[in-house]
């Protein structure tokens, strides 16, 4: 893995496909989490940390654009990027591979906010998550 490359391979299951064995495209933006979670894992981040402080990850915009279709028992390597960091916003990118050819691509911008749904601002509340984050934009 290259330094801020994070990504996760993921082999297609039955029940993420549609009768024609094609991966259903809700299935992306479970993938686009999947390689999110391990994006944060990777700089030392839980999740779980921020939520016990009574703060949340929440998404704004998602969006992917479909290009190769995935089939079933087909392996995808998701890659994901943090692009920007701002006060309360984090925004991230996501390429889909199979075979080392792109698949599908994705966005999603995300506000971090307080049980009141209220944005934070997470250099203020959480300044060492926010520093690690801040490392790896690309």
């Not at 299935?27 to 009574?54: A, C, H, P, Q, T």
């Not at 998701?78 to 691509?105: G, H, P």
Request: with cysteine.
């Amino acid at each position: 893995m290259k330094k801020n490359e994070y990504y996760v391979i993921h082999e297609a299951q039955y029940y993420e496909t549609d009768q024609m064995k094609v991966v259903h495209h809700a299935n992306y933006v479970k993938w686009m989490e999947e390689s999110r979670n391990v994006l944060f894992k990777s700089i030392g981040i839980n999740i779980n940390d921020f939520e016990k402080g009574k703060t949340y990850l929440t998404v704004l915009f998602q969006h992917v654009t479909y290009i190769k279709p995935v089939k079933y028992q087909e392996e995808v390597k998701i890659e994901c990027k943090c692009t920007k960091l701002t006060s309360a916003k984090l925004e991230f990118t996501y390429n889909f591979y199979k075979n080392n050819e792109i698949c599908a691509v994705g966005q999603t911008c995300h506000c971090f906010v307080n049980d009141e749904l209220q944005p934070i601002v997470l250099k203020k509340l959480f300044p060492n998550e926010y520093k690690k984050i801040e490392k790896i934009i690309y």
